[in-house]
């Protein structure tokens, strides 16, 4: 994993050679890269054979999101099917069409005797469920492409999303940058990060934090209520969705203080516990319970190895062309994008 991992940071920073000095959008970047470490890892496969597939659910995102909170009536899409219904059917046959080539690919190397296993990717274990001689193990055709979208969709846009909000906290916040960039420094000094190193990362690990408190990438936390269930004041009836958003808890003064609003990393030095009071349900950027995300720790290193690779080789500072409108489209994102100005780092390790 790491070495993907550093594979794609390494093509992502070997573009921005040359841009020194000049603006760079990070958002866009970063979304190559995260689209690149999950194609790598999970699916085994290049960006480009996944980019039609991101681009697609990139436009079904923003489809869902516009439609989440409408009011459906049973049975009317049999009649009547509004344009957006029409155009995400269509995304999502693509979609079905264009994994199931990537499936395919994998099987027919293993019927043409080029390999001898499905392989151990996540693509390979989902085939090879697939595949499984005990059919009450078996996965069926929707379960695996349901799981493929999932993986594709949460394996990137929430690391690109947490990547370019940091990079936002560290340009606006120098001092915290030089920290990071100081223990980084110390842990690899000029070398590519390993894992050992990635465990000690410390301030790091707070400035993650912090800013998955801010502007964690999942808005909410999706649920179906089966039975009525009576939270204190608030009584909620059994079959409804409901979606509690973790601004109100990551927000909230009674947790967090009254500097609640405010970027100060330092509230996570002694650890999530400490920084909530012991309150595990304050700080839930990954979700809670048996659903919880299962990519967490995936997530983390991923996002540590391409913080340490850019601090060890650029300073970064804000574009005077960056505006401040964080949206929800799902996860939370820059409306108008990040723009920040890169400059070489210049040390002696
Ligand atoms: C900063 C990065 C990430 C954040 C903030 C994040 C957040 C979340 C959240 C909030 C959930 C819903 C949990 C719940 O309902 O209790 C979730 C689910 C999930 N995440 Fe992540 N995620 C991240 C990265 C990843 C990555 C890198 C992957 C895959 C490699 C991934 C795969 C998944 C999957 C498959 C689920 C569904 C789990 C289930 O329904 O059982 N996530 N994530």
Redesign the pocket.
């Known amino acids: 994993m790491t070495p993907a991992i550093i594979a794609s940071v390494e093509t992502m920073l070997e573009k921005w050679k040359g841009q020194e000095g000049r603006e760079i959008e990070v958002l866009k970047e970063f979304r190559l890269l995260t689209s690149e470490v999950?194609s790598r890892t999970?699916f085994g496969s290049s960006y480009l054979e996944g980019e039609k597939i991101f681009a697609m659910l990139q436009k079904l995102t923003i489809i869902m999101s516009r439609n989440l909170f409408k009011t459906r009536i049973p049975l009317i899409s049999k009649l009547w099917k509004s344009a957006d219904l029409l155009e995400s059917e269509k995304l999502s046959k693509e979609i079905k069409d264009r994994v199931m080539k990537i499936v395919k690919k994998r099987e027919d190397e293993v019927v043409n005797g080029e390999v001898n296993s499905f392989g151990n990717d996540f693509l390979g274990l989902l085939v090879n469920a697939y595949h499984d001689s005990d059919e009450k193990n078996r996965f069926s055709l929707e379960d695996l492409l349901a799981e493929c979208k999932?993986?594709y969709f949460?394996?990137q846009e929430?690391?690109n999303s947490?990547l370019s909000w940091i990079v936002l906290h560290l340009a606006i916040h120098g001092d915290w940058q030089e920290n990071a960039r100081r223990e980084v420094i110390d842990i690899f000094g000029n070398q590519n990060p390993h894992l050992e190193g990635v465990a000690k990362l410390k301030i790091t690990t707070m400035i993650i934090n912090e800013t998955?408190r801010l502007y964690?990438?999942?808005n909410g936390?999706?649920?179906a209520v089966t039975r009525e269930v009576q939270l204190e004041k608030l009584l909620l009836p059994a079959n409804i969705n409901i979606l509690p958003l973790y601004i109100g808890v990551h927000r909230d003064p009674h947790f967090w203080g009254d500097d609640v609003h405010h970027f100060k990393p330092e509230r996570f030095a002694e650890g999530i516990a400490k920084a909530t009071n012991y309150t595990a349900a304050a700080f839930?950027?990954?979700?809670?319970?048996p659903?919880?995300?299962?990519?967490?720790t995936?997530?983390?290193i991923?996002?540590k190895i391409v913080l340490s690779m850019i601090l060890q080789r650029y300073t970064i500072t804000l574009s005077p062309a960056y505006i401040h409108s964080p949206i929800s489209i799902l996860s939370i994102r820059p409306q108008h994008e990040i723009q920040v100005i890169l400059e070489p780092v210049h040390h002696n390790a």
């Not at 839930?284 to 319970?289: A, H, R």
């Not at 659903?291 to 967490?296: E, F, L, N, P």
């Open positions: 999950i999970a999932t993986f949460s394996g929430t690391v947490l998955l964690g990438p999942s936390l999706a649920r839930l950027p990954f979700g809670l319970g659903r919880s995300c299962v990519g967490m995936f997530g983390t991923e996002t």
